[in-house]
């Protein structure tokens, strides 16, 4: 029977040493249809594994609901790395930080006040084992001891930079152990002596994640892992992206001399990221350090595999260092080939107050509810209240993440968690107003993880506390069939008239069928874009991202259908697809 196990100094794979080289690839931010290209550009690079974090809130968007099916077939995406001759590392959490919504812990569980965060807490191990009786089984099945890929799984996720709760910490290896994981079972924690006693127990063993000073931080493991084989679980080769921010990149021949310094240590490494990826949809986290910043829709993490699959000079330079060490295939990654070039005419227009009835169901509230109380653990929500001439002024308590408020239509302003402003001047005159309140993301790390979402803690006028509300959830995670109708059916609008937001627009193009295409967002303010149905994510001014990545499966010859929610206005209705991405600058 094959095996993985913990020696002394290695990590030993059937009794033979193993030095494990390592690439985190997340299936959830990379289109089913290239599992396969970026797992086989892993080994091109020189790599023998791969590594995963499995977000169980992907898995389960809502109570009740546990989906292993297509982009969320985690079983295929462990058989393709097999396939191709690769093991895997998979890492279940429950949390995974990962700068993803929640970090991945389902905002239902946490919305029930009695569900401890992170400890050992009986509501909350139960649900644990819950998901842990859907997921582990397919992960079990697939590990070496069994003739599959899986040679070690890990326990929680830096959880020293979180708690120091050891009855947690195994409570979680007895029910990783008791649904047959058999190979090793590992913690990570950054390169810090409290976090390293904080963050495991002796039943686990003990990896460290850094970006710089490999000698250095290694040293350190190893003061607190005595024995066995040392290893970077996180090689932070680049770092995200935040609205409003930088891009951040890091130099290749830096990054190389860390890798070559660790790997001439004997030490295993994972590289994170190998491949970065896109936060489809409504799937990007955030941080709140005293300042909101939620994580852009690209996730290329300036990593050696760009977020088209591309290989970058950073690619090379790694596979350099590894072929030091390790076989490294001769073959090599095409390079990127130019994307399509085209514009796009968005000659169909509908008012978002227009399309409001067909995206959710209105619920009367006697007080401000959070959108956690509505069931509603993500995306768009509209509030609705009426206010009368001496109001003047709407102020909230808080607002989580950013809302577009009107009066009766007609903007009036902008409350923003990031800005920290909580107030907006109302117009002296009665009508219905409506704030656009969007979960920018459910924060990923730190003390603030679990929080409810929505606007929070009463809302106030000049004159008097704002109690009549109503409220509606809007489903937008795809093109709803009655919004798609609607639009359809929209008379036709020239592209070259200004856009007024919020509003839907639609338009469709032929292009060359399964090529990825870069969609440019210049001159447009704040929205969502869906191709074929798929939300594609969020764009934003703020930047730095300046496109969002296609992924070629989604795209065919003709009829193509593109759908833009613009939240505030733009020039025109034209959108332009370039020939390659823009990432914004990178200069602080």
Known sequence: MPTFEIGDRDFLLDGRPYQVISGALHYFRVHPDQWADRIRKARLMGLNT??????????????????????????????????????????????????????????????????????????????????????????????????????????????GAYGDDQDYLRALIAMVRDRGIEVPLLSCDQADHAMQSRGSVPELHRTVTFGSRAVERLGLLREHQPTGPLMCMEFWNGWFDSWGQHHHVAPPETNAQDL?????????????????????????????????????????YDAPLAEDGTPTAKYHAMREVIARYAPVPDELPAERAAAPELTVDLDRRVPLAEAVALLGEPKAWDHLPTTDELGSWTGFTLYRTQVTAEDRTLTVGEVRDRAVVALDGEPVGVLSRTEHSRTVPLPARAGELTLLVEDQGRVNYGPRIGEAKGLVGGARTATREVTDWET?????????????????????????????????????????????????????????????????????????????????????????????????????????????????????
């Not at 001439?264 to 409504?282: D, I, K, Q, R």
């Not at 509606?472 to 059916?489: F, I, K, S, Y």
């Not at 969609?519 to 939300?535: E, Q």
Request: some cysteine; aromatic content about 10%.
């Open 472 to 588: 509606v959830p809007l489903r937008l995670d795809g093109v709803d069939p009655a919004l798609a109708e609607r639009l359809a059916a929209a008379p036709v609008t020239d592209a070259g008239v200004p856009v007024a937001g919020p509003a839907f627009l639609r338009g469709t193009f032929a292009t060359v069928p399964g090529a990825d295409h870069f969609l440019r967002t210049d001159g447009w303010g704040k929205g969502l874009v869906w191709v074929n149905g798929f939300l594609l994510g969020r764009y934003w001014s703020a930047g730095p991202t300046g496109t969002l990545y296609v992924p070629g499966p989604l795209l065919r010859a003709e009829g193509n259908e593109l759908v833009v929610l613009e939240l505030h206005g733009a020039a025109g209705a034209r959108v332009e697809l370039v020939a390659g991405p823009d990432l914004g600058s990178s200069e602080v």
């Open 50 to 159: 791969i590594e995963t974090y499995v977000a169980w809130n992907f898995h389960a968007p809502e109570r009740g609901v546990f989906d292993l099916t297509g982009h969320r077939d985690l079983g295929r995406f462990l058989d393709l790395v097999a396939a191709e001759g690769l093991h895997a590392i998979v890492r279940p959490g429950p949390y995974i930080c990962a700068e993803w919504d929640g970090g991945g812990l389902p905002g239902w569980l946490l919305a029930d006040p009695d569900v401890g965060v992170r400890r050992h807490e009986p509501h909350y191990l139960a649900a644990i084992e819950q998901y842990y009786d859907q997921l582990l089984p397919l992960v079990a099945e697939r590990q070496v001891t069994r003739g599959g890929t899986v040679i070690a799984v890990q326990v929680e996720n830096e959880y």
């Open 260 to 300: 070559d310094d660790l790997l001439a240590m004997g030490a295993s490494v994972n590289l994170y990221m190998f491949h970065g990826g896109t936060n489809f949809g409504f799937t990007n986290g955030a941080n709140d350090k005293g300042t909101y910043l939620p994580i852009t829709t690209s996730y290329d």
